[in-house]
């Protein structure tokens, strides 16, 4: 598919909800290119990034300051740079398996430029290990959960789409708490795909419609679950007057395992997977879970618990190596205070790196090589976990999804589209 194609597909979904974006930055007044395309090297590899002043980009001097982080945190290398005839160079290398992100700052002040680089990224491991009571922990929380009946309650609305069926759906969760979302279908008789999509972090907001209805035009039964305990479709003004609280929600009993505010939400995505297998019209066959950022996180936590999940496409997924900040990594979100042991050993138990060798399901993963919201250090650590048949997209120069512009996201874009049409089919994600 040529890529304004592709790309006015996915403004089509993701545009109802383009407000819960940040804008991208404008452009920095750096280009800064590896000389390897993938940049991805080897263990003691020379890493060398060309620097030119971006044309049409009002020109801040010729002096710039740089930092070079390994994994996005420790600082490796540093220095001045002057451009001569508008280019310079930098080199930097890793002798061990890791993230390379380097920082060049204009002296004069201004829009900083960022580039990255892989080192022998399929090498990277935890830096803490699984907890022994991990699988224990989690049998028992499913166990709690399947006591108590999902009692769903299906409200049929107008999907405004021609030739797809909606509604609103809502299911029993731990606590007397709930599940909330929208569900989606072609509106014929028969048996379809069905897709899981876990939302990303922020809010809570309403869910569009959109984002089910055009999946359902596609040929899927699709499932789209808020990861708060609040309905998804109200006016704004009822999540604006939500207690500021559950907006700070990543900090909700995030010393206690057992009160944390992502086990409501890893389960309530479990039940979200037991309810569309459940569906008469479920295929029997696809069953994906789907998202980005914390939609990541949910959709890879999701897989790892259920063996019902059959497929995963995640972008820059979340919640990977929660104590990374204690080991040399770049922290990532939810940006647990790990420095606090009761949190740091907490954090574990929703790490996406502990669900990720129990994910046997085939997965799509795309990370950006400039993130520093779900650094790739992290991400790249789960990925090779993955126990199932894998595929990874890097992104060289993509900051985290919400900040990137769809340019620096198309290669993800481009295989999703790729998956997304082999599943429906069911198919084989042809390489």
Known sequence: MRLPRLLAAVVGILAAGAALWAEPPPPSPLEITPDKPSAIYGRNEKVTWTLRARPGVTPVGD????????????????????????AASLTASLAQPGMLYLEVTPKAGGQVSVAGAAVDPRQLRPVVPRPPDFDGFWQEKIRMLNRIPPH???????????????????????????????????????????????????????????????????????FDIEPHDVPGDMPQAFYDALPALIKQYNTIYDDDRDRCYFLRMYLGVYRAIDYLASRPDWDGKILLAYGASMGGQQSLAGAGLNPRVTDVIVEVPA??????????????YPFWNVRNFRVARTGLYFDTINFAPRIHARTLLGMGFVDTVCPPASTWTAYNLISGPKEVVPLVYAPHNNTATMEQQRPFFEREHVWMAALVADRQPAR
């Not at 740089?66 to 540093?78: F, H, R």
């Open 152 to 222: 769903p309650v299906i409200t049929p609305g107008d999907s405004g789409k021609a030739g797809v069926w909606y509604a609103t759906v809502q299911l029993d969760n731990i606590n007397k708490s709930h599940v909330y979302g929208q569900i989606a279908k072609p509106d014929r008789p028969g048996k379809f795909p069905a897709m899981l999509i876990s939302q990303w972090a922020g809010g809570p907001y309403p869910l569009q419609k959109a984002w089910v209805t055009e999946r359902a035009a596609q040929g899927w039964l699709a």
């Open 63 to 86: 002096t710039f300051t740089y930092t070079v982080k390994q994994n996005g945190l420790t600082v490796i290398a540093s220095g001045e740079l002057i451009l001569h005839d508008g």
């Open 319 to 332: 919640g990977a190596d929660a104590d990374a900040a204690l080991h040399g990594r770049a922290e990532p």
